[in-house]
DNA sequence: AATATTTGACCGTGA
DNA sequence: CTCACGGTCAAATAT
């Protein structure tokens, strides 16, 4: 938590100009370095974290996404290492509001519902790719 | 003010 | 019955 409140800050408040650092990136791990501009495969929906935590079992933390809609009980998980780019994505459930609109943006699906994608995707694997080969 | 995001704690299930 | 792990919610905080 970087920016993340701070308690007793304000104690000295003797000012200083000087703030902390203030760092936006979307994703933990890895300060910056700015290399490797990580960036979370975005779907074409918004999610909303309700959780993260670290599973021991393949020594990874895990966060957990659902949509922002409540009638979508569509939810996501995205797991990597502490330490490697890759990302695993693991999608559960399906949007009932359909619209993806791969625009990146925000927009809410919402807006054009035509229902289209109304597949029983219950699990679906992601890949980083990326320097783990990982296979379970 | 509302929304998004974070961390901690609690709960449920399985062994 | 107890312990552990995984998952979700809640509160607090930040923007």
Not at 23 to 37: C, I, L, M, V
Not at 57 to 71: E, G, H, L, P
Request: aromatic residues 8%.
């Amino acid at each position: 938590m970087a920016s993340t409140s701070q308690p007793a800050m304000a104690t000295a408040g003797s000012g200083h100009g000087d703030e902390q650092v203030q760092r936006q990136a979307t994703w933990p791990e890895e300060a910056d370095g700015g290399s490797q501009p990580l960036v979370m495969p975005e779907d074409g929906y918004q999610w909303k974290k309700y959780g993260q935590k670290f599973i021991k079992n393949i020594q990874k933390i895990r966060s957990y996404f659902r949509c922002r809609d409540r009638r979508c009980g569509a939810k996501k998980k995205v797991e990597w290492q502490p330490g490697d780019p890759s990302l695993r994505v693991v999608y559960d459930g399906a949007h009932q509001h359909g619209s993806p609109s791969s625009s990146s943006s925000h927009g809410g699906g919402g807006g054009q519902d035509g229902d289209g994608n109304r597949y029983e995707l219950s699990a679906q694997y992601f890949g980083g790719g990326a320097p783990t080969p990982q296979a379970r």
